[in-house]
């Protein structure tokens, strides 16, 4: 039986258990949920996705839509982005 007082079980290991297993319930769902829609005959292609993740939220001069429209001493970009 594991025990988390053992010298060998450390926080990796627990982990590395702990990950493998709710990996080994959750394919089980994804293999019959693939399965299920293949036989209904609605198979969904692959998307790219271009994720960007911005810790904290960028200011609003490095958004990526400068506000042309803005005053000349605010906005950060002038002419026209392509």
Do not use: C, Y
Request: charged share 20%; no cysteine; glycine share 12%.
């Amino acid at each position: 039986m594991l025990s988390f007082t053992e010298k060998n079980l450390g926080r990796r290991s627990f982990l590395r258990i702990g990950s493998l297993g709710l990996g080994g319930l959750s394919l089980s769902n994804l293999l019959a949920a693939k399965a299920l829609a293949a036989e209904a005959g609605s198979v969904v292609k692959d998307k790219s996705v271009v994720f960007l993740f911005m810790h904290g939220g960028p200011s609003q001069t490095e958004t990526f839509d400068p506000k042309m429209a803005a005053p000349a001493g605010v906005r950060s970009v002038t002419g026209e982005v392509k």
